[in-house]
């Protein structure tokens, strides 16, 4: 099971450490990286070859602005693509449409702006399809969530 990050800009760091948190909450291998589309996609290209090589399985690429950057790598692989939208300017929607609106037969799955832990929770519901122990954290930790919450807003609510 291994996974990759890739952001565009050192600046989006703290933004994707969601997925960080998430793909380590249910012991994913995973590797990240900061690369451009614009500015080294040479380098980009190289690293997309060798996370393949590698084994990956699932890409969760970071973009704000323009927000290529998760297009660009769904262009150049056949593995899944999670883009997040990262909020820069208009308030992150530039970034959340560059994504979304990918032509068809490149689609990049996308979530929520800045939400970077759910595209570590899509990419491991993508890699719980073919590993079971992945699966059964996940079904354990829907139950857990659940559970959790009944707990919590299982009282009358006093307004």
Sequence with gaps: ???AIIFGSKSDTEKMRGAASCLKEFGVEFEAHILSAHRVPEKLEEVL???????TEVIIAGAGLAAHLPGVIASKTILPVVGVPLEAALDGLDSL???????KGIPVA???????YN???TAIQIMALKY???KE???????SMKEKFIEENNNVVDL
């Excluded at 070859?49 to 084994?55: D, I, T, V």
């Excluded at 954290?137 to 139950?143: A, G």
């Design 110 to 116: 996308t979530v929520g702006i800045n939400n970077s």
């Design 97 to 103: 449409f560059s994504i979304v609106q990918m032509p």
């Design 49 to 55: 070859k060798r996370l393949e090589a590698e084994g």
């Design 119 to 121: 595209a570590g929770m």
């Design 1 to 3: 099971m291994k996974a």
């Design 137 to 143: 954290k996940l079904i354990l930790y829907r139950k």
């Design 132 to 134: 079971p122990e992945l």
